[in-house]
């Protein structure tokens, strides 16, 4: 074994930043590392899966896949009659066919292999051929209830959670409960996704920190003001706060907030590992980091609009351009990372303190 593969299982990063070293480069391209996160992390982390409209009425069904290309996880938003929403496996009970191929209205699930049918709440409700089996129907018959969290009209699923919804999001819908988030609509020629050619480590490292604004994003440094840029950090997640340069556009901050009184340009939340929301006067543009391979991400840029005429001002109004610089910093960063002569670097402990925070939690995952 080398030794680099052995350290693997002894990844640590030391808890004061002033003394710590960052993640090794091997994180960030050995497939071997990139298949334990796989399991550790994302298996057991929250994911964004739709908003509340995607089961608008009851009895509405939308079978989706949980992170394709990393997971592959087959699952299915209902509705059910009750107005209930359920997040459910959409593998059957008897033969591991598909329950649901397609988006509809259904009156219940059923399976077109061999007709086994399913309440939309997933409970089993009839098999065809099986009056001699013994001690049938159990619970195990029943479709698997996935863990499902809402907040304001997202919908968030888990398949073994690591933390309980309302932990992971509780930092995030406080600081933020003024903004009109439920009301926003969804603006699918503001929503596009990005491939990019890079781990997805990486780009949430460049995320966590706006030590590289000035140095990769001069319209976005005109926008805010870097003198004032500051990081909170939380249990899972952190926080990013940018004030607006003058004559940019800012929230207007209610009392009661810790920002009253401040000229705000954005909120940029990260919750781990890989969902961020930047809230703007105009609305919340949601990046979802999703891995297709050890250096291949999809990041997907949803935007919901809560304030029309604000559009294409201040800090989030040049997102496309932003993601673009970017998407090649990070390539760069990939390329280097798989250098011989590159091991791990440090950290500024007055501009990464998001950074840090993230590579200990991913640390802490892999060790679990």
Not at 211 to 237: C, M, N, Q
Request: aromatic fraction near 12%; include cysteine.
């Amino acid at each position: 074994m080398s030794a680099r593969a052995s350290s693997r299982d002894r990844l640590t990063i030391d808890e004061d930043i002033r003394k710590a070293s960052t993640l090794p480069g091997w994180v960030y391209t050995e497939p071997e590392t990139y298949a334990r996160i796989r399991e550790r992390v994302f298996a057991r982390s929250w994911q964004l899966v739709g908003d509340v409209d995607r089961v608008k009425v009851p009895g509405q069904v939308a079978p989706f896949t949980l992170l394709e290309s990393l997971l592959d996880e087959p699952l299915l938003l209902t509705r059910d009659k009750a107005d209930e929403i359920h997040c459910l496996s959409n593998v059957c009970t008897h033969r591991a066919n598909l329950v649901s191929e397609h988006e509809g209205v259904e009156p219940f699930l059923r399976c077109r292999y061999h007709g086994r049918r399913f309440g939309l709440d997933g409970k089993f409700l009839s098999m065809p051929e099986f009056e001699q089996t013994a001690n049938f129907p159990t619970s195990a018959d029943d479709l698997r209830s996935i863990a499902l969290g809402t907040w304001a009209r997202f919908l968030f699923a888990s398949l073994d959670p690591e933390c309980s919804f309302e932990n992971w999001i509780a930092d995030m819908g406080t600081r933020v409960h003024w903004l009109p988030t439920a009301d926003g609509l969804f603006d699918a020629a503001r929503s596009r996704d990005y491939l990019v050619r890079a781990n997805w480590a990486l780009y949430v490292d460049n995320y966590l920190e706006g030590f590289h604004i000035p140095f990769v994003h001069a319209g976005l440094a005109s926008a805010i003001d870097y003198g004032s840029y500051r990081t909170e950090l939380f249990p899972w997640g952190s926080l990013q706060l940018g004030n607006a340069s003058e004559g940019e556009d800012s929230f207007d901050v209610p009392e009661g907030s810790p920002e009253h009184g401040q000229r705000v340009a954005a909120y940029y939340f990260w919750l781990y590992p890989n969902t961020m929301f930047n809230f703007y006067p105009w609305g919340v543009s949601i990046n979802v980091v999703r891995p297709l391979a050890v250096d291949r991400t999809r990041v997907s840029f949803l935007s919901y609009v809560t304030d029309a005429s604000r559009i294409d001002r201040g800090a989030g109004g040049t997102l496309d351009r932003v993601e673009r610089e970017d998407e090649s910093i990070v390539e760069a960063a990939q390329r280097g990372a798989a250098s011989r002569h590159y091991d791990r670097g440090r950290y500024s402990p007055t501009r990464e303190q998001g950074v840090h925070h993230f590579h200990r939690l991913l640390a802490r995952s892999l060790a679990s």
